[in-house]
């Protein structure tokens, strides 16, 4: 079956800094490439996206990369605070299965 | 978050009781998910239905049993709850056209079975 990996699976900045999280996957006919974010407690958030047609794509401080040759995709966040703090997943998606795939997860921490 | 409600938010359960967790959504999404989630192992799939009356398996499906007799009802059963079972159970619902594959999580059933 399709399978995601995920890394780091911690990661601590110092606020203001950059965070990088990469993933790999499998399935060559993956089309579709979420980021869910997730604070203590909650749910997954949806936060960014990417469809297989597009390399990049950016909101705000938060920016995602693919790249299908090597079959990785990128979470960027710029100038990182507190709020950050969380639990990212990674995720991908088969449009064939309609299912989603996801990552391990990666504890961020954002230091004062 | 697209409406979705999950009942019970919490539960605890004795080995070998049979236990329903509900997912309710209001937004008319035509695909329903149920997660688990457990340390180490992010989200991982159980059970996924695709219209009312029409369930598939997930990567984890074994123990676990689903029923979706209305669109905006997905409901989870652990016919003879184990030790194992303990999680974070979380139900996700997907729209359908331009904005497929994005799911939208409920808030989360933490279960516990002693």
């Known amino acids: 079956g399709e399978n995601v990996e995920q890394h780091p699976s911690t990661l601590s900045v110092q606020e203001g800094d950059s965070a990088v999280i990469k993933c790999t996957y499998s399935?060559?006919?993956?089309?579709?490439f979420p980021w869910y974010k997730q604070e203590l407690g909650k749910r997954p958030q949806l936060i960014i996206d990417?469809?297989?047609?597009?390399g990049e794509k950016k909101d705000q401080r938060i920016a995602v990369t693919l790249n299908k040759t090597a079959k990785h995709f990128s979470l960027h966040i710029t100038e990182t605070q507190p709020e950050d703090s969380a639990v990212y997943f990674c995720?991908?998606?088969?449009?064939?299965?309609?299912?989603?795939?996801f990552g391990t997860g990666t504890q961020l921490k954002v230091e004062l | 978050d697209a409406g979705i409600t999950q009942s019970p938010r919490h539960k605890v359960t004795e080995t070998g009781t049979p236990v329903t967790l509900r997912c309710h959504q209001t937004?008319?999404?035509?695909?329903m998910y149920w997660y688990r989630q457990d340390p180490g192992h992010g989200l991982r799939l159980i059970h996924y239905s695709y219209g009312v009356k029409d369930t598939d398996k997930g990567e984890v499906s074994d123990g676990y049993s689903v029923s979706r007799s209305k669109t905006e009802d997905f409901l989870l059963t652990l016919e003879s709850a184990t030790s194992s079972q303990t999680s974070v159970y979380f139900c996700a619902t997907e729209s359908t056209g331009t904005s497929k594959g994005e799911q939208y999580f409920g808030p989360g059933t933490r279960l516990t079975v002693t």
């Open positions: 995720a991908d998606h088969t449009g064939g299965g309609n299912k989603l795939t």
């Open positions: 399935d060559s006919a993956s089309n579709y």
């Open positions: 937004e008319n999404h035509r695909y």
């Open positions: 990417i469809r297989s047609n597009v």
